[in-house]
């Protein structure tokens, strides 16, 4: 490093900054990266769930609610009160909850923000519901 | 002063208040993405190509809100300070050699640049009175600052307009710009050193930027306002920055006047003011982002302690200099 | 003194003494006695059925002393220890407001953190306070006056900054009386960020609660759930494998890594300069990159559970962290030599806001602010916890006492942390990171500390045997500085209220709960 200076070493930094890129990312004309194990969107797998309700009993903000498929209990994310802390899938004995790295969220409808077990298993970025 | 086509057009479109508008619009452009890139951002980039519309914008916006008078508040000149500080602000710089002559034409008399620095005075304190009238305690604090401050900064900052005016042997500002063999900058680079920091705290820009201090005063003597009238004042303050800046053009870069290569000399004269007023627009904003701002004492305590004494210095040096140096080398 | 006083076995490597609640002062004299430096670290108040227990836990001596009273809940009066440790000033308003205890000789009893038209005789931590349905009356409201136009009292104008201001990140309102540009007296008011966590962590589970206590406060999100779990941990006496331990300290280490840079670029932008607010929040992504690398979201962790972390680090992470933090490192020798030379920064920041170390060690002030000032005091040297008896760090301080000592702290600081990642990096231990535990968790009370960005947190648990928990008490360390702020601000001058404001880092959602 040398001797330091008594010059403020901001007159340097702050013109050579006219000549370099700017720090901002371009989001949404550029993706956003997302590292994995990111916590996105919730993904449910209804062929591994054994519908104990663990997970709705261990949501610390109430946001599982168990609901009625095809004569078993099943859980319902709502996601307008998750906090995605992720304890659901910690909790679940059999795995079924897995997390996306979709998280991309905001909508106009609050009808989007409801997780909804499907009769088929879904795997993938989540886009749909 | 014969009142024709030719003066109105002078007056209103070119290089008149039309273009004083946009042009004062497109250096508030240029100042916020100079700060931008020195900060490493992008700045406005939206509106228009490169955000050069963002000015423009905004203050479109502003005039679509609702406008408020606080009940408390003196109404009149509540209502009216703000647009006569930008009117004055720009009859003052209609006195200034824009295209080789002033906008009004034969405008220029002896003595006009004390002349123009008082027009400048009475605006800054109609923006004093804008925020005095609001019934508002920042407000008035406000307000109060923006007086201690250019009324303070406008001593030194005459002392030093002399000393170009000394070298030109005239108090005119188109004969000093016109009388520039040599640039006044390389003969009293003091004076343009002083001149520019003094600027500074005329113009309310960090390290001196006390007035506009949000984290202290929420808006200074702004907060009452919103809608058009702060619109206007917002103006003010960009009409500010392209005075100030044209001034120094005048007084140490040799104004508009500049080689001349083919066609029109206005067009060159034009083009050259532009760019010289743009330089002296990327220096201040420059300074802007190098510093944090100090308070309100230790701005009085620079201008009183540093830059008074100083500028009498540079004087008393351009004079001795003119004296008995310069007529020996040049 | 005799039979009012019983010292019972230390408990969990705290000591612990009983005390009849008239004697309260005399015990506390004779500590005083014994370290001129001990401070309170808070008071804590406990529903006991027809009596109101309060704990005094003071800390002297790097550890912690528990003194123990309790009052019966018909006439809960106790005299107010204020005029022996002026720091308990507003632990005991807290107590006074939510509990209802009376502490006779307190010069200013207002309430604290409940809003002004809350109904008089409710008091929301007890057990058998009603607290569904309350209604706000406005009649209720003791003190009319606040809500009035200020007005100007003879020479001095009343300035209120609060509770929006742009100074401000979070909403508290400081009223100042300020004579031309001297501020005389320094009123604040806290509780606008007050969410009742305290109460709320008593109706959920041990496994919730490590979330609620997370959202105690965004920035140190991290050490409010490392401290909550710890002490649970110290009530079942479950040890955390040596793995786990170690990536505790790195999640913690990332977390005053965030919070430090994140209030340096506020300071840049309360004292006018906005190019350092951008450069350093610029500087600041990185290491949100990481947190979200290594936990799965770029603030709240939520990587702390009961008996270890919840994710383990990959080996094929290593190599980005350390890029990114050896281009951190290099950065902060910029800025170390720009808070060095900086002219406007230096005339900003320096002499400015000062707090003597008497002052600081009367008011029990807590992290930088208490290092800026000279008080050696660190829990990560007082009391190690996690991996930090076997890290090799410094201890940061600074005598001078203004902002930019504040400040210095901090940077030094950054320094610091960047070193323990990388030797707890270097030096993970392989093996479990993580063991399981009962959900329901035997009686038994803990107190535990960790060292927050901001100062000590200070965590007490009691469990009762089920899977809900008695009593949590939360004293963040913003609560704990406050008082601080008063001290500096009267007397200076009122452009110099935002620069020494923004130096104590405060954090109003952790001081409020």
């Known amino acids: 490093m040398g001797k330091k200076s008594a010059v403020s070493p901001m007159i340097k930094e702050v013109l050579s900054h006219l000549f370099k890129k700017p720090a901002t990312s371009k989001y949404p004309f550029v993706k956003a990266e997302v590292p994995e194990g990111f916590r996105g969107k919730q993904v449910y797998d209804i062929n591994l769930c054994i519908s104990c309700g663990l997970c709705s009993r261990d949501c610390p903000a109430k946001a599982i609610e168990m609901v009625e498929v095809d004569g078993k209990r099943r859980p319902l994310f709502h996601l307008d009160l998750c906090i995605f802390c992720y304890q659901c899938a910690e909790s679940c004995p059999r795995n079924a909850i897995k997390s996306s790295e979709f998280f991309e969220l905001a909508s106009i409808n609050k009808s989007d923000l409801v997780v909804k077990p499907q009769a088929s298993s879904q795997k993938g970025n989540g886009a749909q519901q | ?330 | 003194m005799g039979d009012s006083l019983q010292i019972q076995p230390a408990h969990l490597g705290k000591a612990s003494i009983q005390v009849k609640a008239d004697s309260n002062k005399d015990v506390l004299k004779i500590l005083l006695e014994t370290d001129k430096s001990a401070g309170i670290a808070t008071l804590t108040g406990l529903d006991m059925g027809e009596k109101i227990g309060l704990m005094y836990h003071i800390r002297t001596n790097g550890a912690i002393v528990t003194i123990r009273t309790e009052v019966p809940k018909e006439n809960p009066k106790i005299p107010s220890i204020t005029d022996l440790i002026p720091g308990a000033n507003f632990h005991e308003r807290e107590a006074a407001d939510l509990f209802g205890v009376i502490f006779e000789g307190h010069p200013n009893l207002a309430r604290l953190l409940l809003p002004e038209d809350w109904p008089e005789n409710l008091y929301p931590l007890r057990k058998d306070a009603k607290i569904d349905d309350v209604a706000v009356k406005t009649e209720n409201s003791k003190n009319q006056a606040e809500t009035v136009q200020p007005q100007s009292d003879g020479t001095l104008v009343n300035i209120i900054i609060g509770p929006q201001h742009p100074a401000l990140l979070e909403p508290e309102k400081f009223s100042l009386k300020v004579d031309g540009e001297i501020v005389k007296q320094v009123e604040p008011r806290i509780g606008y960020v007050h969410r009742g966590v305290e109460k709320a962590a008593e109706q959920r589970t041990y496994l919730q609660d490590v979330y609620l206590v997370e959202r105690i406060c965004g920035i140190c999100n991290a050490c409010h759930a490392a401290c909550f779990v710890e002490t649970v941990e110290k009530i079942l006496g479950t040890t955390v494998p040596l793995r786990g331990q170690y990536l505790r300290t790195i999640i913690l280490e990332l977390n005053r890594l965030h919070s430090h840079l994140l209030l340096l670029g506020h300071a840049g932008l309360e004292i006018g300069y906005e190019t350092l607010f951008q450069y350093m929040w610029r500087d600041r992504e990185p290491v949100l990159d990481l947190t979200e690398l290594l936990t799965g979201n770029r603030v709240i962790a939520s990587a702390m559970t009961v008996g270890g972390v919840r994710r383990d680090l990959k080996e094929t992470n290593i190599p980005k962290i350390k890029t990114a933090l050896a281009n951190l490192k290099k950065k902060m020798d910029f800025y170390k030599q720009l808070f060095e030379t900086e002219p406007t920064l230096k005339m900003r920041t320096q002499n400015v806001g000062t707090l003597a170390k008497e002052d600081a060690l009367k008011l029990c002030v807590v992290g930088p602010v208490a290092r800026g000032s000279g008080v050696a005091m660190d829990v990560r040297k007082d009391e190690p916890y996690e991996a930090y008896g076997e890290i090799p760090f410094k201890l940061i301080t600074y005598n001078t006492g203004d902002s930019w000592a504040r400040l210095m702290v901090r940077l030094d600081e950054i320094n610091e942390s960047i070193n323990i990642i990388n030797y707890a990096i270097d030096n993970m231990p392989q093996g479990p990171y993580r063991v399981r535990v009962p959900r329901v968790v035997p009686a038994g009370e803990a107190v535990n500390r960790v060292e927050a960005p901001r100062g000590e947190l200070f965590y007490y648990v009691k469990s009762n045997g089920t899977a809900y928990p008695e009593r949590v008490k939360v004293r963040t360390p913003t609560f704990a500085n406050i008082p601080a702020f008063i001290k500096i601000a009267e007397g200076g001058n009122i452009a110099d209220v935002p620069a020494s404001f923004v130096s104590l880092d405060p954090c109003f959602s952790c001081t409020d709960r």
């Open chain 2, 1 to 330: 002063m014969v009142l024709d086509f030719w003066f109105v057009f002078r007056v209103l479109v070119f290089p008149g208040f039309t273009s004083i508008l946009f042009f004062t619009m497109f250096c508030d452009w240029v100042e916020r993405k100079i700060e931008a890139r020195m900060q490493n951002r992008v700045g406005p980039k939206f509106t228009g190509p490169a955000g050069i519309l963002q000015p423009l914008a905004d203050f479109v916006k502003l005039l679509t809100k609702e406008d408020i008078v606080p009940r408390d508040a003196k109404k009149t000149v509540f209502k009216f300070a703000p647009i006569l500080a930008f009117s004055i602000m720009v009859f003052a710089l209609s006195f200034l050699p824009v295209d080789g002559a002033t906008i009004i034409p034969d405008s220029s008399f002896a003595g006009d640049l004390i002349f123009v620095m008082t027009l400048i005075t009475i605006a800054n304190f109609f923006l004093f009175l804008s925020g005095w009238a609001s019934a508002n305690p920042y407000g008035a604090i406000g307000a109060a600052r923006v007086l201690t401050q250019f009324l303070g900064y406008d001593i030194p900052l005459f002392f030093l307009a002399l000393a170009p005016a000394f070298l030109a042997g005239s108090l005119s500002i188109s004969a000093i710009a016109a009388n520039q063999y040599f640039p006044f900058v390389l003969l009293a680079p003091w004076a343009f050193v002083l001149f520019i920091i003094t600027l500074q705290a005329e113009l309310e820009k960090d390290p001196f930027d006390v007035p506009h201090a949000e984290t202290e005063l929420v808006g200074g003597l702004e907060t009452e306002y919103c809608g058009g009238k702060l619109a206007f004042l917002h103006l003010t303050r960009d009409v500010q920055i392209v005075f100030g800046a044209a001034l120094v053009v005048e007084l140490f870069l040799g104004g508009p006047y500049g080689p001349v290569f083919f066609g029109l000399p206005v067009f060159w004269y034009t083009l050259w003011f532009v760019l010289k007023l743009l330089a002296v627009v990327v220096i201040t904003e420059y300074l802007t982002c190098l510093f944090a701002r100090l308070r309100i004492d230790q701005v009085l305590a620079v201008n009183w302690r540093v830059l008074l004494p100083l500028s009498v210095l540079s004087l008393t040096l351009t004079v001795a200099m003119t004296t008995w140096i310069y007529p020996l080398v040049v």
